[in-house]
């Protein structure tokens, strides 16, 4: 189980990240572009359209590198990863805190970052490429 100390941890250890405000909540960007990761407040609609299925815990939302990437998380980690209408289209998931580890939450942050980071500085950082 992942807390936000965890999250804000594996972010920051992540080159030019910084935290930063997105929709009154906090999230964490790469070099002043828009947020790679944040928290994710849950809207009354989008508890009910998931029903059973909605998470009762906090709710982090990290970017993606496109839906490929995006519909293989939702196939491979059901448990942790899942995603509303709203984020249709949308390269990012939707991760249950409460069911992240350690490991996915350190690989989540780190593609997240990847995916937002500019090119000139995931050239400098080629160990977080994979």
């Keep these: 189980m992942a807390t936000w100390d965890d999250v804000e941890r594996a972010c920051l250890a992540l080159p030019e990240t910084a935290v930063s405000a997105v929709h009154r909540t906090r999230g964490w960007s790469v070099a002043g572009r828009p947020a790679f990761a944040w928290e994710r407040l849950m809207r009354p609609k989008e508890l009910a359209d998931l029903g059973a299925a909605a998470p009762t815990g906090p709710v982090l939302a990290v970017r993606v590198p496109d839906l490929g990437a995006k519909e293989a998380l939702l196939v491979e980690e059901p448990e942790v990863c899942f995603t509303v209408?709203?984020?249709?289209?949308?390269?990012?998931?939707?991760?249950?805190?409460?069911?992240?580890?350690?490991?996915?939450?350190?690989?989540?942050?780190?593609?997240?970052?990847?995916?937002?980071?500019?090119?000139?500085?995931?050239?400098?950082?080629?160990?977080?490429?994979?």
């Design 85 to 130: 209408r709203s984020f249709e289209g949308f390269a990012a998931v939707l991760v249950r805190l409460d069911e992240l580890d350690a490991d996915l939450l350190t690989e989540l942050v780190t593609e997240a970052w990847l995916a937002r980071a500019p090119k000139r500085l995931v050239a400098a950082h080629p160990e977080l490429a994979r």
